[in-house]
């Protein structure tokens, strides 16, 4: 047999291979393999099998593991990677107490970003975005989503999803980008929400014709939009055909939960403060939960929301960085594998499958992207570390050593190709 890549003398192998989403108490059911060894070609993964076989193979490139732990490239499904400025700032006030709604009322938070972000140029932006993705990529993870929402009108909206839709094409990580212009209300409407969110709607078909988006995103928030309001344009979208997304509960109980359930939201995100109906409900849909810990620690919650019962309660459980400039700034997914391990009490099992599998389903992949199985894309990390249960137990470090992304080597001990 030849191969264009041959990854030998793997010591465990976590195939992540169960059909998605991965509900309740299946998400703590994992099966290394062990001693084995995977062969690509043409991109995708060929074959899996004992180490021993590996010696007939005729590889262009052979890659010693070392005994060490490898795993389907990680699946990020959600985060702000497009926007302008920073927001350090603003560490002085949460120190303060300062709750991150009342910054956002005094036109701070995600105004601020908006600003920033309809200042930058088309460019800028770019080259940000291609920088976190490279950062997102030398942590280990080879396929993101991506929303819109620091623009709040028609044209930087726009500006903002073209930009993911290069930063796709330019850089080898794979894309998926969501329309996130419900994200605020622009002070300018602030006495008119629903018009607001009719001008936003009206982008609809604009943002169809030129692909610049599968999914369609709001947040249902205090102060921002209500239940009602996410409920009639998440209806719009589905309308024109996108999959629909929700910030469902982050910070008060509205019932987001519920309404992600009741829209058929391929994900609800957050769900911190999820009502224990809207728990019920999840667990039976196929809305999966993508819980952001990031976010409670960064926002210096003391709950980190019910991912322990969701799970319990038999619902597809997945993780996140949110990476974004105002309440959860990491690219490091693993960081947030660990606090999901300490603070919702997940199991390292648990974790995975909502790193992979599950977060590939979330956004649209199940396909493609989190497993590792005959035919699927060769989206590969090595990592230093013996076992999966290694990764969320040493935190807040990089533990990738290799990343593979469509059987090509991206990453390797140190350099970015
Ligand atoms: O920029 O603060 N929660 N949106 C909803 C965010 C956090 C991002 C931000
Ligand atoms: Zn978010």
Redesign the pocket.
């Known amino acids: 047999m030849q191969a264009d890549l041959l990854i030998k003398n793997i010591g465990q192998l976590l195939t992540m291979d169960k059909q998605g989403p991965v509900k309740g108490s299946d998400m703590n059911d994992l099966q290394p393999l062990e001693n084995v060894a995977v062969a690509v070609n043409n991109g995708k993964i060929d074959w899996i099998g004992p180490d021993d076989e590996a010696a007939s193979i005729q590889a262009k490139k052979t890659i010693n593991a070392g005994g060490k732990l490898v795993t389907p490239g990680l699946v990020e499904p959600h985060t ?1 990677l497009v ?1 302008g400025g920073s927001r350090e700032h603003e560490m002085a006030l949460k120190q303060q107490g300062v709750p ?1 709604l009342d910054i956002l009322k005094e036109g701070g ?2 105004l601020s ?1 908006v600003n920033a972000t309809r200042e930058a140029s088309y460019d800028d932006l770019l080259e940000k975005a291609l920088f976190h993705l490279d950062r997102m990529a030398r942590h280990g993870i080879t396929t993101v989503e991506a929303k819109s ?2 623009g709040l009108d028609k044209e930087t909206e726009l500006k903002q999803l073209k930009v993911a839709k290069e930063a796709g094409e330019k850089h080898p990580l794979d894309l998926v980008s969501t329309f996130l212009g419900a ?1 605020a209300i622009p002070p300018e409407y602030k006495a008119d929400p629903e018009a607001f969110l009719d001008i936003m709607a009206d982008l609809f078909d604009d943002i169809k014709e030129q692909d610049l988006a599968e999914f369609v995103d709001i ?1 249902t ?1 205090t102060g921002v939009f209500s239940v009602e309001q996410s409920r009639r344009y998440l209806l719009k979208a589905k309308e024109k055909g996108f999959g629909v997304k929700i ?1 469902a509960d ?1 910070i008060d109980p509205l019932g987001g939960t519920e309404l992600a359930v009741e829209a058929g939201a391929i994900s609800g995100d957050h769900l911190a403060v999820a009502s224990d109906e809207g728990i019920r409900q999840l667990a039976a849909s196929d809305t999966i939960g993508v819980i952001l810990p990031g ?1 409670s620690f960064y926002l210096g919650k003391d709950s980190y929301g019910p991912a322990r019962k969701m799970i319990d309660a038999g619902a597809a459980i997945s993780i996140s960085t ?1 990476f ?5 700034v990491t690219e490091n997914l693993q960081l947030i594998m660990s606090i999901a391990a300490l603070k919702l009490k997940l199991s390292p099992a648990e974790i995975w499958h909502a790193v992979t599998v599950n977060a590939a389903h979330a956004i649209g992949r199940g396909g493609q992207a989190g497993t590792i199985a005959a035919d699927r894309t060769a989206d590969i990390v090595i990592w230093d570390a013996p076992n999966y249960m290694y990764i969320p137990y040493h935190y807040g470090v990089n533990h990738v050593n290799t990343v593979i992304k469509n059987g090509n080597v991206l990453y390797e001990r140190g350099e970015i190709r």
């Open positions: 702000h926007f991150y938070g995600i970003t929402g620091y994200h947040f928030e910030h982050e976010t949110d974004n400039p105002g309440s959860s």
